[in-house]
Structures are given as structure tokens and as C-alpha cells.
């Protein structure tokens, strides 16, 4: 099992330009994640999906879009790029309906310049 | 609203010696769960261990424990006999399982150094 996976690991973006960040994970886990890490700020929480076709806000929504099309699959997207958006992005999974541990994916570092 | 609280932010122990983290959580909720998360340098999070709020008994693994107490809202951490590989920011996180969605509030982290 590859367990959670992000793609890229790394990306610079110009203010304003988009992107879209990959999260796959393998272990049929029926909720995932999307958390921003920043220095000194722990992780936050930005969206989540607790099945397939639904999402949810989390602590830090905004300027970010996310879509649950497939279960095995969660993306964030970033529709006009800040610098205040300049963070690493960690995705996570879990089985669901009861609360078990998070799996996390490696993270991806974006640098919005 | 959930949050937990991790006062420490950086602690330096010469190898060898224990060292204790810090946890303190706020909830409403009656269920809830708390966990540990290790990130070490190369930058991955590491789960460590899950409690649940019915049980407040103390968990030991190797050379790390738990003390869970609910009266004082607390889910401290110890490394005992603390090595080089420990060095790694450590995080306390909290789930009120009511929500349903699972998601963790995470403290701000405690950076440990272990210096050899």
C-alpha cells in the first residue's frame, strides 16, 4: 500500500496564477482532509470530505476550492495564487464514522512569490 | 469550539534524559478523542497514539507514556531515556466525535532537541 500520496511535492506560483494539489490514498478510508501548516501555527484545517461527492469547510476556507469526485481522491485547488498562501499542504485520511487516527500524505511546500 | 493548547514551544534535554509535553484541551463535548503526532525533521506526521474520553488509564509503549486526566483537561506526553531520533516537533490534537467528520483540532506544536 502506498498509503496517502500528494502530487507535486513542491511548486512555486506567481501571485494570481492557479493550481491544483493531488491527494490520493489507497486504504478505501472514506474521509479526508486538507491542512495548511505554517510556522508556529500548528496544522489547520482547510476543507473536508466525509465520502464521496461531499465537501465541507474547515478552519481556513478561503481562496480554496476542493472536489471529492472519486473516494479515493481529494483536491485543493487554488483558483488566484496569494503570498499569504504560501504554507505546506497536507493531506489526510480516515476510516470514518468513528474517530480513528488521521493518515497523513507527505506533505507539499508551495511558495506563492 | 475545540482547542488545545501546547505551552512549550521549544525544549532542548541532553540525551538520556526524560522529557515531558504538555497538553491542555478545551471541549463542550462529553465524547471526544485525543491524539499524538510526531513530525520529525525530514517533515512527515507520525501518528503516536489515540485515547478515547472513557478512558483514563495511563498507556505506556517502550520508552514513551501517557498520563490522560480528564479533571485537569490534560494529555501529557514523556519520552523516557530520550534519544537523538526523538528531536521532532511533537503535536497534541483533539476530535469531538459528536461533530461526526473526525476533524482534529491541532495544538501549535512542541519542537523537541535531544543534543548528544
Known amino acids: 500500500n502506498a498509503g496517502v500520496t500528494q502530487t507535486p511535492k513542491f511548486r512555486v506560483l506567481k501571485t494570481g496564477q492557479s493550481m491544483t494539489l493531488l491527494c490520493a490514498q489507497d486504504m478505501n478510508h472514506e474521509y479526508m482532509y486538507w491542512y495548511r501548516q505554517d510556522p508556529g501555527m500548528g496544522l489547520r484545517l482547510i476543507h473536508y470530505s466525509v465520502g464521496e461527492g461531499t465537501t465541507a469547510k474547515g478552519e481556513v476556507p478561503d481562496g480554496y476550492n476542493v472536489s471529492r469526485l472519486k473516494k479515493q481522491n481529494f483536491l485543493l485547488g487554488l483558483e488566484s495564487a496569494a503570498p499569504s498562501q504560501t504554507s505546506v499542504y497536507f493531506c489526510?485520511?480516515?476510516?470514518?464514522?468513528?474517530?480513528?487516527?488521521?493518515?497523513f500524505g507527505p506533505g507539499t511546500r508551495l511558495t506563492v512569490t | 469550539a475545540q482547542k488545545v493548547t501546547q505551552a512549550q514551544t521549544e525544549i532542548s534535554v541532553v540525551e538520556k534524559e526524560d522529557v515531558t509535553l504538555d497538553c491542555v484541551y478545551e471541549t463542550r463535548d462529553t465524547t471526544y478523542y485525543l491524539f499524538w503526532y510526531k513530525q520529525p525533521p525530514s517533515g512527515e506526521l507520525v501518528f503516536l497514539i489515540r485515547?478515547?474520553?472513557?478512558?483514563?488509564q495511563n498507556e505506556i509503549s517502550g520508552r514513551y507514556s501517557w498520563n490522560f486526566q480528564k479533571s485537569t483537561s490534560s494529555f501529557n506526553f514523556t519520552i523516557t531515556a530520550s534519544q537523538v531520533v526523538d528531536s521532532a516537533v511533537y503535536f497534541c490534537?483533539?476530535?469531538?466525535?459528536?461533530?461526526?467528520?473526525?476533524?482534529?483540532?491541532f495544538g501549535k506544536g512542541n519542537q523537541v532537541v535531544v543534543i548528544p
Open positions: 489526510a485520511s480516515s476510516y470514518g464514522r468513528e474517530v480513528y487516527e488521521q493518515y
Open positions: 490534537a483533539l476530535s469531538e466525535a459528536t461533530e461526526g467528520n473526525n476533524r482534529l483540532a
Open positions: 485515547r478515547n474520553s472513557f478512558d483514563e
